[in-house]
T-cell receptor, first 112, second 114 residues
Framework: QKEVEQNSGPLSVPEGAIASLNCTYS??????FFWYRQYSGKSPELIMF????GDKEDGRFTAQLNKASQYVSLLIRDSQPSDSATYLC????????????FGAGTRLFVKA | KAGVTQTPRYLIKTRGQQVTLSCSPI?????VSWYQQTPGQGLQFLFE???????NKGNFPGRFSGRQFSNSRSEMNVSTLELGDSALYLC?????????????FGPGTRLTVT
């Protein structure tokens, strides 16, 4: 079992729809959770950081964390073609210490 | 303000050689982390430095090392290069302030080992 699992996709959604990206993690002691967006050929950029159970909203992005079920999700409302990218989930602070573990990423394609 | 800078941007080395990569963080950021990204393994954490001290280390062999200077600039070194070390090496600088956290990646150094 991978430590951080994501569906590799591609996830295809029409413009204006809600894109839902999911991530599960194996280390129950994990404390910090991150979502990154990476465009092809570019560096990752941090779009969401969450550490408490529940929802965190930032603009069109909402991160949802459920520690009991060990999953963190990212919702993108009103998806735009410019949201087409790979989204990486990362987890930090588990039994292995504060070394960040990344998922393999989910490719999102937003159709105009 | 200036972003995270990395030098060099591209590098070609031969097996057995060593290489040093440099990262300059955003002004005011005292934490610098290094990552390796490959198509096969994805993005992997190498180590993190804060105030010149290595705070965390990933699961890489001892050939991978780093350091941070008093101005927060950081270097990573890979000795005895192997073909499998060919990758994009990314550094990121970050700052925590209360409950908020900001992190920015540099453009990366593309290392090719032949």
């Amino acid at each position: 079992q991978k430590e951080v699992e994501q569906n590799s996709g591609p996830l295809s959604v029409p413009e204006g729809a809600i894109a839902s990206l999911n991530c599960t993690y194996s280390d129950r002691g994990s404390q910090s959770f991150f979502w990154y967006r990476q465009y092809s050929g570019k560096s990752p950029e941090l779009i969401m950081f969450i550490y408490s159970n529940g929802d965190k909203e930032d603009g069109r992005f909402t991160a949802q964390l459920n520690k009991a079920s060990q999953y963190v999700s990212l919702l993108i409302r009103d998806s735009q073609p410019s949201d087409s990218a790979t989204y990486l989930c990362a987890v930090n602070g588990g039994t292995g210490g504060f070394k960040t573990i990344f998922g393999a990423g989910t490719r999102l394609f937003v159709k105009a | 303000k200036a972003g995270v800078t990395q030098t060099p941007r591209y590098l070609i080395k031969t097996r057995g050689q060593q290489v040093t990569l440099s990262c300059s963080p955003i002004s005011g950021h005292r934490s610098v982390s290094w990552y390796q990204q490959t198509p096969g393994q994805g993005l992997q954490f190498l180590f993190e430095y804060f105030s010149e001290t290595q705070r965390n280390k990933g699961n890489f062999p001892g050939r991978f090392s780093g350091r941070q200077f008093s101005n927060s600039r950081s270097e990573m070194n890979v000795s005895t290069l192997e073909l499998g070390d060919s990758a994009l090496y990314l550094c990121a600088s970050s700052r925590s302030a209360g409950l908020s956290y900001e992190q920015y990646f540099g453009p990366g150094t593309r290392l090719t080992v032949t």
